[in-house]
């Protein structure tokens, strides 16, 4: 966002050189950077707060919601089956979604509801004492993750500042930038390099401790943004997955490709295949006749003991499959080795008719998984958190230093002035085409991207028209 002093745009060039073709870029470079930073940093900006808060909340939550979460160890077990009764109980008016049975000694049972006075992918949850039987409490529930009220109000204000669809433009907007602005960066800084060959590479690898203020904070603003950009790209690249336009097209590609993550068949009319034994990789084994079926409270210890037996062990998601389909158990460990084995269980056999093991999912499953969590700050734990919070209070940093470069170029209380404009008409034409070229294709990939790169160029070059026609005007005047 901050610019260094620029010369007059070169004169067009029939065929740039490889060392011209920077030269001709680079002012268009750093006004896409200038720009980009002065119009969607503020977007960055809350982006990058939210998101500084939302790296406390796996800390906070186990002690905000203590009561609900935990329990006192026991070696005294209530069936599965009566701790859902108990869950359903306190749950009147929903309809039985997941079951999560308490992964250690300490931990409870979570029954989760479909409530239709909730929004979507919002729950409704029982958490029981699996020693007692007893219920802990009934809180709100967001997500695959079962994120607890505040998780969920702090994740909702950082996906759409609490304004529902409309309000996921602006996360959209900022993922969509940020990689630009990052390489923008980074190609600015390669420039500098170049020139500054003969420099130490402290001097531009560390930030300044000496010298004027502005220029202080240039490095500081420059050396900070070099060290982030790895992390930042990965958190652009990761939060437009969650986007509304981006984030279909993802689905999109994903889909045609078979990068999805694959789930186990469920359907239990005919034949089906019979899971491997425990340790063995998905694979299909002899058949088995079944007949349709519904899910009972008591099925789910059915479910339980076959995962058990099918070597599914840790946080498990039990989700019953409705008339006619299969009980779906589901590793949901989420940290680093991750466990993701899924089986399907026949609810009145026991019988494990499909297995899905993590370790056969396609690669681009596996990456899409691991950028998620350790987007949300899940893969490494606390190393994961700690990360995010780092480069969202480099972010926050870089934004806000950038405002204040800005400012200070300028005399008195004035903000400075823009970089070097008519870096269009200096474009010689095969470059221009390029650029324009280059647009098209990111606006089809990243829309809302691509809609705002096009309005700049149309801007640009409204306004580089504008520019030679008012000399000759004067000249005719």
């Not at 899924?342 to 026991?350: L, N, Q, Y």
């Not at 999912?361 to 919070?389: E, T």
């Not at 405002?403 to 002035?417: A, D, E, I, Q």
Request: charged content about 15%; hydrophobic content about 45%; glycine content about 10%.
């Amino acid at each position: 966002m901050t610019v260094d002093e620029q010369p007059a745009p070169p004169s067009p060039a029939a065929a740039p050189t490889r060392a011209g073709t920077w030269s001709l870029l680079r002012p268009l470079v750093l006004r896409i950077h200038f720009w980009a930073g002065v119009l969607v940093g503020p977007f960055l900006l809350v982006a990058a707060l939210t998101g500084l808060v939302y790296t406390l909340m796996p800390a906070l939550e186990p002690v905000v919601y203590r009561d609900e979460l935990t329990v006192p160890p026991s070696d005294t077990q209530v069936p599965l089956a009566d701790q859902v009764r108990v869950g359903m109980d306190a749950l009147p008016g929903t309809e039985l979604r997941a079951v999560r049975p308490g992964a250690t000694p300490t931990d409870t049972t979570q029954v989760i509801a479909n409530d239709p006075r909730l929004p979507e992918s919002f729950y409704r949850t029982a958490f029981v004492d699996p020693h007692t039987g007893d219920l802990r409490g009934v809180l709100e529930t967001y997500g695959s993750g079962q994120a607890m009220p505040l998780r969920a109000w702090v994740d909702q204000l950082h996906r759409n500042l609490h304004l529902g669809d409309a309000g996921r433009l602006y996360t959209e907007l900022a993922a969509s930038w940020l990689w630009v602005l990052v390489l923008a960066g980074l190609t600015l800084w390669i420039g500098l390099v170049r020139r500054r060959r003969k420099e130490r590479a402290s001097a531009l690898l560390v930030p300044r401790t000496s010298g004027g203020r502005r220029a202080r904070l240039l490095s500081w603003h420059a050396v900070v943004g070099l060290w982030a950009a790895a992390g930042l790209l990965f958190l652009s690249a990761t939060g437009l997955t969650w986007s509304t336009y981006a984030g279909e097209n993802i689905s999109t590609l994903r889909a045609q490709l078979s990068w999805e993550t694959p789930e186990p068949e469920t359907a239990l009319t005919g034949t089906v295949a019979v899971a491997p034994e425990a340790g063995e990789h998905a694979g299909h084994g002899g058949t088995a006749m079944t007949t349709p079926t519904t899910a009972t409270p008591a099925s789910f210890d059915v479910a339980a003991r076959a995962a058990a037996d099918a070597g599914l062990d840790g946080p498990l998601d039990i989700t019953p499959g409705g008339e006619g389909a299969a009980t779906t158990v589901s590793q949901i460990d989420r940290t680093w080795p991750q466990r993701l084995d899924a089986i399907a269980v026949d609810p009145d056999t026991g019988q494990v008719t499909d297995v899905v093991r993590g370790d056969d999912w396609p690669l681009a499953a596996k990456l899409a998984r691991w950028g998620i969590d350790a987007h949300m700050g899940l893969l490494f734990g606390v190393a994961n958190q700690v990360v995010l919070a780092a480069l969202a209070t480099g972010l926050a940093c870089m934004i806000v230093w950038g405002y204040v470069l800005w400012w200070r170029r300028g005399p008195g209380r004035r903000p400075g002035h823009v970089p070097a404009d008519g870096v269009l008409r200096s474009l010689p034409r095969g470059l221009y085409a390029a650029v324009v070229v280059v647009t098209i294709a990111v606006g089809v990939a990243v829309p809302l991207l691509g809609a705002s790169l096009l309005a700049f160029l149309l801007i640009e070059t409204l306004l580089d028209r504008r520019r030679t026609a008012l000399p000759e005007e004067r000249q005719n005047a």
